[in-house]
């Protein structure tokens, strides 16, 4: 079965695993037939299969507040901004693409949920941005 070689006091022994069941084993060590019994039944070891969990919750789009006066539009996922197609002063309406966000090599479009002024954009294009992290705000 398996060979294995011992150094024990500069004496070197070569051991031969003849055969195992339940709790005696058989031994070759230097040519010399053993036979072992062991004091408990030897475990065999068995490959663990990994489980996951299904996702207890899936991600929810962010929500604005519509009775807000301001509105903050913030990073959904950590990224890097790729372009921004809004200015200062810009009117937008729902569903306008204020800007493109790269987050694990794909390219996210972030649009507006509510209709109001651009009035400020706190981000640049090449920027990474963390998630949460305040972009762009509205009026």
Do not use: C, W
């Amino acid at each position: 079965m398996k060979n294995f070689t011992f150094n024990i006091n500069e004496n070197s022994y070569g051991v031969k695993i003849v055969s195992h069941e339940d709790n005696v084993i058989e031994l070759e060590v230097n040519g010399t037939v053993y036979s072992v019994k062991m004091k408990e039944t030897v475990k065999t070891v068995k490959t663990p299969t990994l489980v996951r969990k299904p996702a207890s919750s899936t991600i929810e789009p962010i929500k604005i507040n519509p009775a807000a006066s301001k509105t903050k539009i913030v990073a959904p996922i950590p990224g890097v901004v790729l372009s921004i197609n809004v200015k200062v002063g810009d009117t937008i309406k729902v569903g306008d693409e204020l800007l493109v966000l790269e987050a694990m090599k794909m390219e996210n479009s972030i649009t507006s949920e509510k209709s109001g002024l651009v009035t400020a954009i706190n981000v640049n294009v090449g920027q990474q941005v963390l998630q949460s992290e305040v972009m762009i705000e509205l009026e």
